[in-house]
T-cell receptor, first 110, second 114 residues
């Protein structure tokens, strides 16, 4: 059974204080690992897909990395508008469905 | 403007009633999905469909039903058999094969039992 564990559950940062979110996964093979951002009361917004260990992708202040067992979402010099819940999901080979973690709620204070 | 439209945004259901949540997409995606989100929980898969007139149960299908008569539409019915239907429901779509199989989500329907 595919499993995704995200840590920490919640993270509070000061504006400009860089940090990382963790996503550990167990899946029989990996078709893709996905990061989403979700604002309160809204649907998740797609951020990145990572396919193989060693891969990295960046978007503004966010950088996602992937190893064989986990992925990190690095947030550099965050701003209050980065406050959201960040969701990680995995996709197994031959399937289009996603298995999600419970998310990390990020709060960035000015 | 391509995307996924869910309606209504808020829905109230009385005990014993069936209600249907709408999901329409104009992204020309083959695959569509319904997820349920509860506070402190990850998204859990209810049903999915990879092609018109075919669908499969997800992890928590009991008390729900779906249809896929058109490529663009994947409505979800929450039946009276669903014991705890109050939740945030999310519809998504994606391509089914090849690269770039990320799912795109609608804005959700919040269902409350009154």
């Amino acid at each position: 059974e595919d499993q995704v564990t995200q840590s920490p559950e919640a993270l509070r940062l000061q504006e400009g204080e860089s940090s990382s979110l963790n996503c550990s996964y167990t899946v029989s093979g990996l078709r893709g690992l996905f990061w989403y951002r979700q604002d309160p009361g809204k649907g998740p917004e797609f951020l990145f897909t990572l396919y193989s260990a060693g891969e990295e992708k960046e978007k503004e202040r966010l950088k996602a990395t992937l190893t064989k067992k986990e992925s990190f979402l690095h947030i550099t010099a965050p701003k209050p508008e980065d406050s959201a819940t960040y969701l990680c999901a995995v996709q197994a080979p031959g399937y289009s469905t996603l298995t999600f973690g419970k998310g990390t709620m990020l709060l960035v204070s000015p | 403007d391509g995307g996924i439209t869910q309606s209504p945004k808020y829905l109230f259901r009385k005990e014993g009633q069936n209600v249907t949540l709408s999901c329409e997409q104009n992204l020309n995606h083959d695959a569509m999905y319904w997820y349920r989100q509860d506070p402190g929980q990850g998204l859990r898969l209810i049903y999915y469909s990879q092609i018109v007139n075919d669908f499969q149960k997800g992890d928590i299908a009991e008390g729900y039903s779906v249809s896929r008569e058109k490529k663009e539409s994947f409505p979800l019915t929450v039946t009276s058999a669903q014991k705890n239907p109050t939740a945030f429901y999310l519809c998504a779509s994606s391509i089914d094969q090849g690269p770039d199989t990320e799912a795109f989500f609608g804005q959700g329907t919040r269902l409350t039992v009154v």
